[in-house]
């Protein structure tokens, strides 16, 4: 097999992964002294957890005004909120962008855009499914403002879905991020939020699938009206 065969099948992995890894991988040879079919079912899932943690590499597109999908997966909704109050972003509503990463998506969360973290913000909560739309409001989440450098904000939210017990966010306010760069992973199944800065639309639909770190969510300088999509 030649070494871009390779890459293409295998992955980095998040160092928070390791230890998951290793502990299925004892489970897998457990079960299979116990009864060969088991060890079997447990090196499928054992594979299953590598591929839940691979931090692959992203090109992301470097076109000032650019928001980029924070995370893989589905958008699941499009609408007006008010941005969680802990994170201060006002009262008046925003549009709302979610993408819903189900237990196969990768769940290395990225920057939508560049700017300074102007406030991380962790508030505890339910753990319902993600895909719905309270979810938003009950669920255990970890709130990030950017700040950029024409002064405006954006927020994104990482929610804790049915299956997933740990958010990871891993900068501190204060600090400078480049669009696409990582800044946390959620463990097993959830959804990001993204709100978007008054004023701008999204130019993806629903049902849209969404690679992080490279998908184009918005344009700051677009004047695109909301797109809309159907099925082929």
Same mark, same amino acid.
């Given at each position: 097999m030649s070494a871009d065969m390779l890459s293409t099948v295998i992955k980095p992995v998040h160092r928070e992964g390791h230890k998951f890894i290793a502990i299925f991988a004892v489970c897998a040879l457990i079960l299979?002294?116990?009864?060969?079919?088991?060890?079997?079912?447990?090196?499928?899932?054992?594979?299953?957890?590598?591929?839940?943690?691979? %931090?692959?590499?992203?090109? $992301?597109?470097?076109?000032?005004?650019?928001?980029?999908?924070?995370? %893989?997966?589905?958008?699941?909704?499009?609408?007006?909120?008010?941005?969680?109050?802990?994170?201060?972003?006002? %009262? $008046?509503?925003?549009?709302?962008?979610?993408?819903?990463?189900?237990?196969?998506?990768?769940?290395?969360?990225?920057?939508?855009?560049?700017? $300074?973290?102007?406030?991380?913000a962790y508030r505890p909560g339910k753990f319902l499914n993600a895909s719905l739309d309270k979810a938003s409001e009950d669920n255990e989440r970890n709130g990030m403002v950017l700040e950029m450098e024409d002064g405006r904000k954006l927020g994104v939210v990482q929610i804790a879905g049915l299956v997933a017990r740990r958010i990871l966010c891993e900068v501190q306010e204060g600090q400078t991020l480049a669009t696409g760069e990582r800044f946390g992973m959620i463990r097993f199944g959830s959804r990001l939020d993204v709100y978007l800065p008054a004023g701008v639309e999204p130019l993806v639909a629903l049902g849209q699938t969404m690679i992080a770190g490279e998908t184009v969510l918005a344009d700051l300088h677009a004047n695109e009206a909301h797109r809309l999509a159907a099925t082929r």
């Amino acid at each position: 097999m030649s070494a871009d065969m390779l890459s293409t099948v295998i992955k980095p992995v998040h160092r928070e992964g390791h230890k998951f890894i290793a502990i299925f991988a004892v489970c897998a040879l457990i079960l299979y002294f116990i009864w060969a079919p088991l060890g079997w079912v447990g090196l499928g899932l054992t594979v299953w957890c590598y591929y839940f943690f691979r %931090d692959p590499e992203r090109y $992301t597109p470097v076109r000032e005004g650019l928001i980029i999908s924070p995370a %893989d997966g589905v958008i699941s909704l499009i609408e007006q909120a008010v941005p969680p109050a802990e994170m201060e972003m006002g %009262d $008046t509503p925003l549009t709302r962008v979610s993408v819903f990463m189900n237990v196969f998506n990768c769940h290395v969360n990225r920057a939508p855009i560049g700017g $300074t973290v102007a406030k991380i913000a962790y508030r505890p909560g339910k753990f319902l499914n993600a895909s719905l739309d309270k979810a938003s409001e009950d669920n255990e989440r970890n709130g990030m403002v950017l700040e950029m450098e024409d002064g405006r904000k954006l927020g994104v939210v990482q929610i804790a879905g049915l299956v997933a017990r740990r958010i990871l966010c891993e900068v501190q306010e204060g600090q400078t991020l480049a669009t696409g760069e990582r800044f946390g992973m959620i463990r097993f199944g959830s959804r990001l939020d993204v709100y978007l800065p008054a004023g701008v639309e999204p130019l993806v639909a629903l049902g849209q699938t969404m690679i992080a770190g490279e998908t184009v969510l918005a344009d700051l300088h677009a004047n695109e009206a909301h797109r809309l999509a159907a099925t082929r």
